[in-house]
């Protein structure tokens, strides 16, 4: 017997919605029933879900309506060369980490050390360079994988359920959002300290996704190192004890060391634990939880990852 997630009615036989993978009865099975916010990540406000057949979804609109792709001429309906990004915005933006990643080598092997910190590196003492509020946040630090595999892992495993729950736009605008929040604080921080240590990473976007599904469901489980099962409670209590005494220590001595910026995680906590606040009573995670869209690896709890390390000052 499974429980829907909608009413609670008890089914022996309850669907599953493969856009937020929720469970439900045969009166709440379809989008429209149950205020999915899959419904979010389709074009049509009237929340009809293109098939790829039929043009008239789209009818009616006028030149200047549509999505910005649809205005770049950007294909991302059914068929098309970015229809696997399509309601996947967790996935564009670990490519857009991949490209970037590729990027910073390029850029250091061919302009220098100097060119990469402009075009990167978000820093104490340029933070008028408005664009690595953004590019910091998809950029790791070179010469190593540790850094992005570490927040990539976090983020494949957790983003998408995050997404699932509240929508593909505002799953990017969380995650642009709680990022550049945190590593602009991380570096007010250290103009107050006189530091000058530049930040990059996406520690804070993948933390505050983290703290975000702990208040929705705080017993989830995760296999951390994906041996060890642990409620999801206890890794974000486990960074958030470990980003407030790593704030305290800012020269970075012992065991809090190392090239950490704690605050940018302190921070990214705080705004993930804030928003999943707002949302809790707005949405209702599934009583079972399944990574990937039909049928991915996965099941209750699924496997998380090793919690990835932290967000680098180069």
């Known amino acids: 017997m499974s429980e829907c997630d909608a009413c609670g009615k008890q089914e ?46 789209n009818t009616g609109q006028t030149s200047g309506g549509g999505s910005v792709a649809d205005r770049l001429g950007i294909d991302t309906g059914p068929g098309g060369p970015l229809a696997y990004f399509r309601g996947n915005v967790t996935y564009l933006f670990l490519a857009i980490m991949g490209i970037v990643f590729i990027l910073e080598h390029v850029v250091i092997l061919s302009l220098g050390r100097e060119a990469f910190q402009t075009l990167f590196v978000l820093h104490p003492n340029n933070p008028e360079y408005v664009w690595t509020w953004v590019t910091s946040v998809f950029s790791h630090a070179p010469f190593g994988f540790y850094h992005i595999f570490g927040n990539g892992i976090i983020i494949y495993f957790f983003g998408r359920l995050v997404e699932q729950q509240i929508g ?10 709680s990022g550049a929040l945190a590593g602009l604080g991380q570096i007010a921080i250290q103009t107050v300290q006189g530091t000058s240590a530049g930040v990059l ?5 993948a933390l505050a996704i983290m703290a975000f599904l702990t ?5 989830l ?11 999801i409670w206890a890794i974000t209590g486990f960074y958030f004890l470990l980003s407030i005494f790593g704030s305290l220590n800012p020269m970075g001595a ?7 910026a704690h605050l940018a995680h302190l921070i990214g906590l705080i705004i993930g634990l ?4 707002k949302i809790k009573g707005q949405t209702r995670m599934p009583g079972q939880i399944q990574f990937g869209g039909g049928g991915g690896p996965g099941g209750p709890g699924g496997p998380g990852g090793p ?7 180069p």
């Open 307 to 313: 919690g990835g390390p932290g967000r680098r000052r």
């Open 201 to 205: 990473g996406a520690s804070g976007a």
């Open 221 to 231: 489980r995760v296999y951390l190192y994906f041996l060890i099962p642990v409620p």
């Open 254 to 260: 012992g065991l809090l060391g190392g090239n950490v």
């Open 12 to 57: 022996n036989m309850p669907y599953q919605c493969g856009h937020c993978g929720g469970t439900y009865c045969s009166e709440h099975r379809l989008p429209e029933a149950h205020d999915c916010p899959g419904l979010d990540n389709w074009s049509d406000p009237g929340g009809v879900f293109d098939s790829g057949f039929d043009e008239s979804v």
């Open 274 to 277: 804030w928003y999943g606040q």
């Open 215 to 219: 208040v929705l469901k705080p017993d």
């Open 168 to 177: 593909s736009k505002k799953f990017a605008i969380f995650f642009l959002v």
